[in-house]
């Protein structure tokens, strides 16, 4: 069973910075796209960043200039690197990824979510 395991979610102030990370647990053939969205209270989840497998990034206006994503295949691990988090970033934060299974079935994962809080 493959899972998507996040870390690095917390309370920071405004200004601030943080870094998330996310690999899959279990045994799988490959992974696709990785990526990041959030969602607000009340609001519907969306983009934050996706990345290929290759170089190619994709940001949501609203991130872009301020966070970072990147990936390091070697370790099947995607990160996020946020920098002058602004109160509106508050969400819970999901990684996501396109996995090929052992069946060679290619599906999508989502992980358990974590929490960032930017607030002074």
């Known amino acids: 069973q493959v899972r998507l395991v996040e870390s690095g979610g917390g309370l920071v102030e405004p200004g601030g910075s943080l870094r998330l990370s996310c690999a899959p647990s279990g045994s799988f053939l490959n992974i696709g796209t990785m990526g990041w969205y959030r969602q607000a209270p009340g609001k519907e989840r969306e983009l934050v960043a996706t990345m290929p497998s290759g170089s190619n990034t994709n940001y949501a206006d609203s991130v872009k200039g301020r966070f970072t994503i990147s990936r390091d295949n070697d370790k099947n691990t995607v990160y996020l690197q946020m920098n002058n988090l602004k109160p509106e970033d508050t969400a819970v934060y999901y990684c996501?990824?396109?996995?090929?299974?052992?069946?060679?079935?290619?599906?999508?994962?989502w992980g358990q979510g974590t929490q960032v809080t930017v607030s002074s």
């Open positions: 996501n990824a396109l996995i090929q299974q052992i069946s060679r079935r290619w599906a999508d994962y």
